[in-house]
């Protein structure tokens, strides 16, 4: 971004409910996006074995496994690199909102895309482009994101307005979720997968583009500063053990909602014997679950340590995917009564991992201010949007490669059940690495655990 003559003036005043509200719409939109991309591409390009449905992909299983995964990690490299280019850019619109006004109508239009592949059934020329539409939709998405981000710890200082402004935008972030859940297999099946895809991209959209006019701008970069190369300040950052703990736990715990997702579609038509279209329920009843959650976080974490109720929430996950390896085994009650009663086991501490990443996010953007004199919250939120995406990355690989060594038919369904084995394996592991996690609530908290 070039150097602009004149500056905006920064935001000196308390923030206005409206304020708060229009700055978390971004979490809306991407909420719309995730749910549909997530919930539905694999199983649209990848459909059961023996099926009806158009298969769009040759080697179904493991082509749209390379292409996700291929696709997430190059998305995942380029979160910290926008961080940075995002935290030292200088413009009379500030360091994030130029990324957000560019990036937001090449996300829509990108997302829309995703779902006309160019030919018929499956063909090497839906590979190809496939993966160009993702290549484009992943950098889009990460150049809103991340500038996004970065604004929460600017909008406060204090702990509980950020506890708030974060609660708002998981809430907000959940009604993109159930909106697109519970809508998604209704337009699906009345209008097909490119209307569907055209309404509620247009809903996040707008909500998009409305969110630019709730950041405000608390600091400006120092003309005088040296700037420190982008692989110096990811090699600083990641050599931090506080960084790297948080870092390590998100990229095992945050990637099993992306399983849970993305398994959805199979557990609902090859073990609840429905139809596909009906998993958009049992995904609304997820994002329900999240959304009355967030009170109940919202309390705990203004009245005991976030590093220690983000442990109380990944044990709680656990306990939830393992139950969910024996739903369609219960007596009395049928399968689909037996995931409605055990989804939400799992659902409800999800709501608390997004609300807890954020805020211990902004705290750790207070620590590395403590520890070098320089705020740089992006290039934080770069690393949080790296570590996240390779898991998500990861979890196209995993899903594909567990239902191809276990068996997703309906013969054989044993694939499905053994993916939430993964994921509270994934979340144990995730909770032994995040042990020696100690940032504070707080900057003088940090200041006098860290010794700084």
């Known amino acids: 971004m070039a150097k602009s003559g004149s500056k905006s003036p920064l935001f000196t005043g308390p923030l206005t409910m409206a304020e708060i509200i229009l700055y978390n ?19 649209f390009y990848n459909p059961p074995e023996g099926s009806d449905v158009v298969r769009y992909l040759p080697a ?12 997430r990690i ?13 935290d030292h850019t200088k413009s009379r619109w500030g360091r994030r909102k130029p990324y957000i006004f560019i990036a937001n109508p090449i996300l829509f239009l990108a997302f829309i895309f995703v779902w006309t592949p160019p030919a018929a059934g499956a063909s090497v020329t839906n590979i190809i482009y496939l993966t160009a539409v993702l290549f484009v939709y992943y950098w889009a998405y990460t150049a809103v994101l991340i500038p996004w981000f970065a604004v929460l710890p600017e909008m406060s200082p204090k702990k509980n307005e950020r506890a708030k402004i974060a609660s708002i935008g998981v809430a907000l972030g959940i009604l993109g979720a159930l909106i697109a859940g519970g809508l998604y297999g209704t337009l699906i099946s009345r209008f097909g997968v490119f209307a569907m895809a055209l309404i509620l991209g247009a809903v996040a959209f707008i909500a998009g583009e409305l969110s630019l006019l709730g950041i405000k701008q608390r600091h400006r970069i120092d003309e005088s500063e040296k700037l420190s190369g982008f692989f110096g300040a990811m090699k600083e950052a990641f050599a931090d053990r506080q960084i790297f703990s948080f870092a390590a736990m998100i990229t095992l715990v945050q990637l099993t909602y992306q399983l849970m997702l993305m398994n959805t579609p199979y557990l609902v038509t090859l073990i609840l014997k429905r139809p596909d279209t009906d998993s ?19 309390f705990l974490v203004k009245r005991y340590p976030k590093r220690q109720v983000f442990r109380g929430v990944i044990i709680a996950m656990i306990a939830g ?15 689909f009564v037996q995931a409605m009663i055990i989804f939400p086991v799992a659902a409800i ?13 902004a705290d750790l953007t207070d620590y590395g201010e403590l520890k070098t004199g320089k705020r740089k919250e992006a290039i934080y939120y770069g690393i949080y949007g790296f570590v996240r995406k390779t898991g998500w990355a990861l979890s196209a690989v995993i899903l594909n490669g567990v239902l191809a060594a276990f068996g ?26 995040f042990a020696p996690y100690k940032i504070g609530d707080t900057k003088e908290e940090t200041k006098k655990i860290m010794n700084l």
């Open 74 to 86: 190059l998305d995942a490299v380029t979160d910290p690199l926008i961080g940075y280019w995002s």
């Open 60 to 71: 179904a299983a493991f082509t749209i496994a390379a292409i996700l995964f291929g696709g």
């Open 25 to 43: 719409l971004a979490g809306l939109a991407f909420n719309v996006y995730d749910t549909v991309l997530y919930s539905w591409v694999n199983y």
């Open 321 to 335: 995917f393992a139950l969910s390896f024996f739903i369609g085994d219960y007596p009395l009650v049928s399968p």
């Open 408 to 433: 997703y038919s309906a013969e054989n369904p044993t694939g499905v059940k053994v993916v939430w084995v993964v994921c509270a394996a994934s979340c144990l592991v995730g909770l032994l690495l």
């Open 280 to 298: 958009s329920i049992l995904v609304a009843e997820v994002v329900i679950a999240m959304a009355v959650s967030i009170p109940l976080w919202y």
């Open 349 to 361: 501490p999800l709501g608390g991992v997004f609300l807890m990443s954020l805020l211990l996010i």
